[in-house]
Every structure is written in C-alpha cells, then in structure tokens.
C-alpha cells in the first residue's frame, strides 16, 4: 500500500506541477502589454499638406510659362503659313520660308517633349523628397509617442476609374481595419510643413 500511496502521490504531484506551468505561462502571455500601433495617411498627407499646395502653384505658374512661349510659336508659325500664300510657289523665297515654318514646327514639337519629361523628373524627384520627409517625420512622431509600429492607411476611391485601377487598389491597400490605432497622419503633416 506504500507503494500505491507513493506513485499515486508523485502522479498527483506531477499533474499539479503540469497545471501549474500551464497557468504561469498563460498569466505571463496575459501580463504583456499589446503593442501601440499607429497609422499615417502618405495619400492624404501627399494630397493636402502645404509643400504640396506650393509645389503645385509653382508648377501651374512654370505651366502657364511654357504655354505662353509655345502659344507665341504657334502664333509666329502661322503667321509664316499666312505669307506663304503671298509667295510664288517655288521660288528661294518661298523654299526658304517652307524650311523656315518647319525648323520651327520641329523646335516646338522638341521643346514640347523636352518639357514633358523635363516636367515628370521634376514631379518623380519632388514627390521622393516629400515622402522622405514623411518617412522621417513619422519615425520622430513615432518614437515621442512609444509607438512600436506605424502603418500606411490611405483608403482608395470608390467608384475606381477602372478595373485596373480597382485592382490595384485591392492589390496595394494593406490596412483594411485599424480601430484602436492612434493616428499620427495630422502631426506628421503639421512637422513636414514646417520642415524647409
């Protein structure tokens, strides 16, 4: 009987022991606190912040530039059609009024495209440069106020212009929920406005 009292007393202590380990460690699971998560809007911030409103005067005010000195072109090209007509049909005048009004269809057609891709570079490198600075602001706001994670939550528009654009939409928002995070998106483009 000493032996029955005996594997039974260290069967009984050995379950005691499992349920006491299971319990610490649930309590210790229970113990951590959730992590503090945050969320910023690039879209809303790349949208509304006061560089972005700059940037765009700047850029309808450089816009309306070249539209004026292309207008004058245009102007000067059909005025030179104009006294085309005023001269004898193969004469060197009228050659070299021909080759004059096509030097300059070609300068414009040139000048046009240059601007374009002159116009994209510049928007490609001013947009990195704000979202440097979004990254940067967000990182400092985030660490002031002990967040752990900060996540993008820019919402898409509905109804989308398209199917590829509803696509991608589907395909690039991430953050589909994010009730109890703090968002930082107003802070972030307060510090990024005040940045020169």
């Given at each position: 009987m000493k032996i029955k009292t005996i594997i039974l007393s260290c069967l009984l202590s050995a379950i005691i022991l499992a349920f006491a380990y299971d319990y610490s460690r649930a309590e210790s699971k229970v113990d951590k606190p959730a992590p503090k998560i945050g969320v910023v809007s690039v879209q809303k911030i790349l949208q509304h912040c006061k560089r972005s409103a700059k940037y765009r005067e700047e850029a309808i005010a450089e816009q309306n530039k070249v539209i004026a000195e292309s207008d004058k072109l245009k102007a000067e090209i059909e005025a030179d059609k104009a006294g085309l007509k005023t001269l004898k049909v193969g004469t060197s005048d009228y050659m070299a009024r021909v080759k004059e009004i096509f030097e300059k269809q070609a300068s414009l057609?040139?000048?046009?495209?240059?601007?374009?891709?002159?116009?994209?570079?510049?928007?490609?490198?001013?947009?990195?440069?704000?979202?440097k600075a979004i990254l940067q602001q967000t990182s400092e706001v985030a660490k002031q106020k002990g967040l752990e994670m900060v996540f993008e939550k820019s919402e898409p528009e509905f109804p989308a212009q398209s199917a590829n654009e509803l696509m991608r939409a589907i395909d690039t928002n991430k953050l589909l929920y994010s009730g109890g995070c703090l968002d930082i998106t107003d802070e972030v483009m307060a510090r990024v406005d005040e940045e020169k």
């Amino acid at each position: 009987m000493k032996i029955k009292t005996i594997i039974l007393s260290c069967l009984l202590s050995a379950i005691i022991l499992a349920f006491a380990y299971d319990y610490s460690r649930a309590e210790s699971k229970v113990d951590k606190p959730a992590p503090k998560i945050g969320v910023v809007s690039v879209q809303k911030i790349l949208q509304h912040c006061k560089r972005s409103a700059k940037y765009r005067e700047e850029a309808i005010a450089e816009q309306n530039k070249v539209i004026a000195e292309s207008d004058k072109l245009k102007a000067e090209i059909e005025a030179d059609k104009a006294g085309l007509k005023t001269l004898k049909v193969g004469t060197s005048d009228y050659m070299a009024r021909v080759k004059e009004i096509f030097e300059k269809q070609a300068s414009l057609q040139a000048a046009q495209e240059f601007r374009k891709q002159q116009i994209s570079l510049k928007d490609q490198q001013w947009i990195e440069g704000l979202y440097k600075a979004i990254l940067q602001q967000t990182s400092e706001v985030a660490k002031q106020k002990g967040l752990e994670m900060v996540f993008e939550k820019s919402e898409p528009e509905f109804p989308a212009q398209s199917a590829n654009e509803l696509m991608r939409a589907i395909d690039t928002n991430k953050l589909l929920y994010s009730g109890g995070c703090l968002d930082i998106t107003d802070e972030v483009m307060a510090r990024v406005d005040e940045e020169k």
